[in-house]
């Protein structure tokens, strides 16, 4: 694997670092805490579709870019350090990657270019109460019902749900306690039967409580064939997982930048805290983290995109990376002292949202299982 990048994904990097540069200040991520019931901005995610970021993974055919996961970590990376708040994780990412893979003639022709477009928007309905990631724990039922399915249950943190068209709904059609048995659903959002809750947070963003009661959807909303939906969907989420370590490794390093700035500029006992023993320490250490995160994270990139096996790839990078940014967030914030714990201070916008990444799609104790199983079940893979 070549570590530098390419001519097209360096200019990809610039563009939309300015971009997030002259549009996502601390003062817009704010007013999408406060003032925005969608948390995310209508025009920004329409600017996002005439970059054709919305389509950087979807086939040319189809109106996209046609581009590779290792390209859509170099965007994602320019996203995270400005914490843009945006649906692109799991609309540009996850349904767009599994309507490509796993939808039918008619759902690509209809949906990609509407993604490509920036007409859909879709919220991921997975977790559920249980505190487990793994498919097995999923019971949000969904029952045969004439030609078509009725839907029952609750569905947890289901990001951006409010402001989304469509819900990629995970349910139980077969056997309980199992990765088979899952269906996948693409469900409209004002479907009678559906309401949501705000869930607060510590970082803000817009997650929210979907209740399922007596929801029907027609045959034609099924992603892939029914009891297969793990089976269609785990490699989807590979993909978003890996685009998600890229947004957070570039949060962590933007904070880390703060900090080393801080440690330069405040001055403590006659000279600037920065060459202090321990904060040099706190600072090396974190940046070793931080680049050790960043190469498993275009790493599994790249062997994804060459089609190889990358399950264990992207188990390490999500366990390190979610441990990484947690501890980069919180020791960053020590550096400033007590301002960085304050809410006026810019830098607890990356506090805040840590613990949140360490824990988002699955925490580190599922990853370490799935490291387990790669180890113990798989021939070992020779990198390249």
């Known amino acids: 694997m070549d570590i530098k990048l390419t001519e097209e994904q360096t200019q990809l990097q610039d563009i939309a670092s300015k971009f997030m ?46 581009m590779s996961l290792l ?30 893979q796993a939808g039918s003639r008619s759902q690509k022709a209809e949906l990609l270019p509407q993604i ?4 859909k928007i879709y919220a991921f309905a997975y977790q559920e109460y249980s505190r487990f990631f793994k498919p097995q724990h999923i019971k949000l039922q969904a029952q045969k ?11 947890l943190f289901v990001e951006f749900a409010d402001g989304a068209d469509t819900l990629l709904v995970a349910a139980r059609t077969g056997k309980a306690n199992s990765e088979s048995g899952l269906t996948l659903f693409l469900v409209d959002r004002n479907s009678v039967g559906i309401s949501t809750k705000h869930m607060p ?16 959807v027609p045959a034609s909303a099924m992603l892939g064939k029914a009891n297969k939906g793990w089976a269609a969907l785990e490699p989807s989420l590979l993909k978003t997982v890996v685009a998600f370590c890229g947004y957070t490794n570039g949060a962590g390093f933007e904070m880390h930048g703060y900090a080393t700035r801080y440690a330069s500029e405040r001055v403590q006992f006659g000279r600037p805290i920065g060459q202090m023993q321990t904060i040099q320490g706190y600072l090396a250490q974190m940046i070793m983290e931080l680049y050790g995160a960043d190469m ?16 264990g790839y992207v188990a390490k990078a999500k366990a390190f990376s979610a441990e990484t940014v947690g ?4 020791v960053s914030s020590q550096i400033f002292g007590g301002m960085g714990y304050m809410e006026e201070q810019d830098t607890t916008l990356y506090l805040r949202r840590g613990k949140q990444y360490q824990l988002a799609l699955g925490g580190t104790e ?4 799935v490291i387990a199983e790669e180890i113990i079940d798989r021939e070992p893979v020779v990198l390249t």
Request: a negative charge.
């Open 21 to 66: 540069d002259n549009h996502c200040s601390f003062d817009f991520v704010r007013s999408m805490e406060k003032e925005s019931k969608l948390g995310f901005c209508p025009d920004m995610w329409r600017q996002f579709a005439d970059m054709g970021w919305l389509g950087i993974m979807i086939p040319e055919q189809f109106g996209g870019m046609g």
């Open 71 to 100: 390209d859509t970590v170099v965007l994602i990376r320019e996203m995270g350090r400005h914490i843009c708040p945006s649906p692109f994780l799991f609309t540009s990412v996850l349904a767009a990657d599994l309507i490509a």
């Open 116 to 119: 490509v477009a920036g007409e």
């Open 145 to 155: 019902s004439g030609d078509g399915y009725v839907i029952n249950g609750t569905k």
């Open 201 to 216: 947070t510590m970082s803000r963003d817009r997650h929210y409580q979907v209740d399922f009661n007596d929801v029907e």
């Open 296 to 311: 498993l994270t275009l790493f599994s990139a790249f062997q994804i995109d060459k089609g190889r096996h990358a399950r």
């Open 327 to 330: 501890h980069v967030m919180d």
């Open 366 to 369: 599922y990853w370490e299982d």
